[in-house]
């Protein structure tokens, strides 16, 4: 009789423990299944709540406890676990399945960070087929921008790497998390929260940049913070026009484009235009052109260049549809679809990013048919706005002082991270005065917002870009750059140095690989602890000695090296006359050069790689190219 007495005893406290716990409770969407959780650390689990119930949160065998606080939000902190699972996760009555420790990252900046695989990425059709890396999951924070900190984001989903999704996926992050997941053998999330052609202010908290004087965006800051509802009413206003151009823009209608495209469509009231010379483009544009074949067979359209999003119809039919990012392929097409005699080829185009659509370059517009080429140069017809409107005016409130970081970093701040990766200052060349201090309160906010201590913060430095000069002292490219490289003063950043992997014609290179790889090499030195050689040769000091300057370098591995030449090329020099003079120089040891003076050219400043796109050749051992950088000489 005392035994069952003491069993209900048991059963009743255990079921008034349980009840403790039944609450009702809002979580934020990175927690959520199939999250990966930092490893080797207490992590937080946040969310709402009734004020005053009880929150209990279970993981990997580990269970802690809150209470809602008066404002409706509660926190729990976990003990840390080592990297595995799957893991359940219990939060009161809500269940998160196929949870992993392991390390997790943000990938943040613009649209070279976001540029994914699938957008004609170097190697990306090896990395898609048959991939299945169960352990690897990304999550994509949709873009949004407020006046406000936000407590949670707009959207997104925790997803696996495989066939069907890698294609979607950050082509860098994907490089970095490949390598973070291989070589260390943990699981890896990376959170990305990135958005193109975005400026570093945007994704700075507001209040800080208010506080910095005589920049470009302090009277902004301060009157965001001042007329918030103001601001407010502008955000909501511009993504009402955003919805509609994006309406617009994405779903033609489809009677309507076959109409237009088909043989027998009058436009007569088209304007016309020389293709590729002129662009009078914008909006939704249209352009038709007719062209004879002699016979029905497979015809192949080679159109290389199209910015940006394009639908494309031959007499009617729709044959392509070309999405922003995506590279331009060889499209075949149908013979079923062609006519003997006159044929029509039509493109719908649009650009969003300028308004500034662009259809093919010189020697790259032709259709081929049996090993003959049908020039698609010369005389178009084009509409701008008879077909469909004008698209709505849409400004971009999403670079405003801010904006970004209040929608898409600010609700990240509680979910544990091992570190950030960030490519990021296209936007901001031209100011580069003011970009050091920005990109540095940017770093230090972010640290402070997580307040996880000075965890590593890896960033990729500008590629080379444009326009190749050998002299080129007013390069805004190369002073953003030594900005980025001032950055370096705070603990745990890492500067992958990109200046061998850009291209002229293309802001987007397609390298991405390794541009992972060198931000890895970074990773693995910074936040593993690994003893490597993780940076490219680092320019220390200079002595000037005679008719020679003597350079004096760290980071060298087992010694200098050049790729190409005989002599280190991409060295300038200002004298007291503020000349620039370009020089070449020798490798004499491992870790020194020399470069050999005019005896008439006494030089006061020296510069490397100083140029939009400079031509260089200096690496190290393990193959990474050396800093640009600026130097007086004394």
């Given amino acids: 009789m005392k035994n069952l007495l003491f069993l209900l005893i048991v059963i009743f406290i255990g079921a008034c423990q349980s009840k403790k716990f039944e609450s009702e409770v809002e979580l934020p969407k990175l927690i959520s299944d199939g999250m990966i959780l930092q490893r080797d650390q207490p992590v937080k689990i946040w969310g709402k709540g009734i004020p005053g119930k009880n929150v209990r949160v ?22 840390s676990n080592p990297a595995g699972g799957p893991h359940l996760l219990t939060v ?73 999704t890698l294609a979607d996926f950050s082509a860098i992050a994907w490089f970095f998390a490949k390598q973070n997941h291989l070589e260390k053998e943990v699981p890896v999330g990376i959170i990305e929260s990135n958005w193109g052609g975005t400026p570093a202010e945007g994704w700075t908290p507001t209040q800080i940049l208010a506080g910095m004087e005589d920049m470009s965006f302090s009277e902004e800051a301060n009157e965001i913070l001042a007329e918030p509802e103001k601001w407010e009413r502008e955000n909501l206003a511009n993504e009402k026009r955003r919805e509609m151009r994006d309406l617009l823009v994405h779903h033609p209608d489809s009677t309507t484009a076959a109409a237009v495209s088909s043989v027998g469509y009058n436009d007569s009231q088209w304007r016309k235009i020389q293709l590729p010379q002129n662009n009078p483009l914008e909006h939704i544009a249209w352009v038709r052109r007719d062209f004879n074949l002699s016979q029905k067979s497979e015809l192949s359209l080679f159109l290389p260049d199209i910015n940006e999003m394009a639908y494309i119809f031959i007499n009617g039919v729709q044959i392509h549809h070309k999405d922003w990012g995506e590279s331009m392929p060889e499209v075949k097409v149908n013979p079923e679809l062609l006519f003997v005699g006159q044929n029509t080829l039509t493109i719908r185009v649009v650009n969003n990013w300028n308004n500034q659509p662009q259809v093919g370059t010189k020697g790259s517009m032709y259709f081929s048919q049996n090993g003959n080429k049908i020039n698609l140069e010369g005389i178009w017809s084009y509409s701008n706005d008879l077909v469909e409107p004008q698209l709505p005016k849409v400004d971009r409130l999403n670079w405003k002082p801010g904006m970004m970081y209040n929608a898409m970093i600010h609700p990240l701040t509680n979910y544990g991270i091992r570190g950030v990766i960030w490519y990021q200052g296209e936007s901001n060349a031209g100011r580069a005065e003011e970009y050091n201090e920005v990109f540095t309160t940017l770093i230090q906010s972010w640290r402070q917002a997580w307040d996880q201590g000075e965890f590593p913060f890896l960033y990729v430095q500008l590629a080379n870009f444009m326009e190749p000069e050998d002299l080129q002292p007013e390069s805004n490219w190369a002073a953003l750059r030594e900005a980025q490289r001032k950055a370096l003063v705070l603990p745990n950043t890492g500067m992958a140095v990109a200046i061998d992997l850009g291209e002229a014609e293309d802001i987007h290179p397609r390298n991405k690989r390794d541009v992972g790889d060198r931000l890895w090499r970074l990773a693995r030195n910074i936040s593993f602890l690994d003893s490597i050689v993780s940076q490219g040769p680092i320019l220390d000091s200079v002595e000037k000695a005679g008719s020679e300057l003597r350079l004096f370098y760290s980071s060298v591995g087992s010694g200098l090296e050049i790729n190409t030449g005989e002599e280190v090329i991409g060295f300038s020099l200002q004298n007291q006359d503020e000349q620039w003079q370009s020089f070449a120089g020798r490798i004499i040891e491992k870790d020194q050069i020399i470069i050999d003076l005019d005896s008439e050219f006494d030089p006061i400043e020296l510069r490397y790689a100083w140029a939009d796109n400079p031509k260089v050749n200096l690496y190290n051992s393990e193959n990474l190219p050396a800093v640009p950088i600026r130097l007086k000489i004394r």
């Avoid at 949709?142 to 984001?153: E, F, R």
């Fill in 58 to 79: 279970s993981v990997a065998g580990s269970i802690s406890s809150s209470k809602v606080e008066k404002d409706s939000t509660w926190i729990v902190t976990m003990p």
């Fill in 92 to 164: 009161n009555q809500e269940e998160f399945d196929d949870v992993y420790f392991g390390d997790v990252w943000v990938a943040g900046g613009q649209s070279n960070m976001e540029w994914p695989l699938k957008s004609g990425v170097v190697g990306a059709e090896d990395e898609i087929k048959g991939a299945n890396f169960d352990q690897i999951r990304f999550y994509k924070v949709p873009n949004s921008y407020s006046v406000v900190q936000q407590k949670d984001l707009s959207g997104g989903e925790w997803v696996k790497a495989d066939s069907t």
